[in-house]
């Protein structure tokens, strides 16, 4: 099952803040974000492991709720760079605890940061 | 240090024929996965190989198949080809058997246009 992601689209002006969330019904392993503009291959941003974490980059940070099955993706004070469309591809835990490397991805969240 | 290759950049075909993907991966990966890409859509996994062999597989039929060199780099080929397996192609290296704990890497893509 595809997880679901909210918004489906933004619209900020440079310096704004956004939020990105990505749920699964599904218990995760891993969440991993991408950043893909128009026309290009999806730029890998960070991993999040179940666990709880948060990690940070740049301006661009993500948590993980294991209890919600959710991560969530921050974007502070966001530039013209940032605009794009957000995708978060999950992995599932299995019985054995390993899991390897099939990602399903949200349907993805549009970004649009205005001057 | 290359990053994930993939030739050709752009491909027109028509029904029925069959066509050869391929992709190079980053420097020290060992693990190569394909997505398609349709237009709007996120990544949908097509398989992963890791060690010559298809570890994992998504929900393609038996026409999608895949080779993995010694030097792990990895072909996809489609035969029979259908209006709908026009999309971009994608593919992504990852280190250490491409478990879930690592990240994923995506080439360029191939656009697939079928008449």
């Known amino acids: 099952q595809q997880p679901v992601q909210s918004p489906q689209a933004v619209i900020l002006r440079e310096g704004e803040d956004a939020v990105i969330n990505c749920s699964s019904s599904?218990?995760?392993?891993?969440v991993h974000w991408y950043r893909q503009k128009h026309g290009e291959a999806p730029v890998f941003l960070m991993i999040?492991?179940?666990?709880?974490e948060q990690k940070g980059h740049e301006k661009i940070s993500a948590s993980f709720n294991e209890k919600k099955q959710q991560s969530s993706l921050y974007l502070t004070a966001s530039q013209l760079s940032y605009s794009g469309t957000y995708f978060c591809?999950?992995?599932?835990?299995?019985?054995?605890?390993?899991?390897?490397?099939?990602?399903?991805f949200g349907q993805g969240t549009i970004l649009t940061v205005h001057p | 240090d290359a990053g994930v290759t993939q030739s050709p950049t752009h491909l027109i075909k028509t029904r029925g024929q069959q066509v050869t993907l391929r992709c190079s991966p980053k420097?020290?990966?060992?693990?190569v996965s394909w997505y398609q890409q349709a237009l709007g859509q996120g990544p949908q996994f097509i398989f992963q190989?890791?060690?010559?062999?298809?570890?994992q597989r998504g929900n393609f039929p038996d026409r999608f198949s895949g080779h993995q060199f010694p030097n792990y780099s990895s072909e996809l080929n489609v035969n029979a080809l259908l209006l709908g397996d026009s999309a971009l192609y994608l593919c992504?290296?990852?280190?250490?058997?491409?478990?879930?704990?690592?990240?994923?890497?995506f080439g360029d893509g191939t656009r697939l246009s079928i008449l």
């Open positions: 992504a290296s990852s280190l250490r058997g491409g478990k879930s704990n690592q990240p994923q890497h």
């Open positions: 599904k218990a995760l392993y891993s």
């Open positions: 999040l492991l179940k666990g709880g």
């Open positions: 591809g999950t992995a599932y835990s299995t019985a054995g605890g390993t899991s390897y490397g099939k990602l399903t």
């Open positions: 420097s020290g990966h060992d693990t």
């Open positions: 190989y890791y060690e010559e062999e298809e570890r």
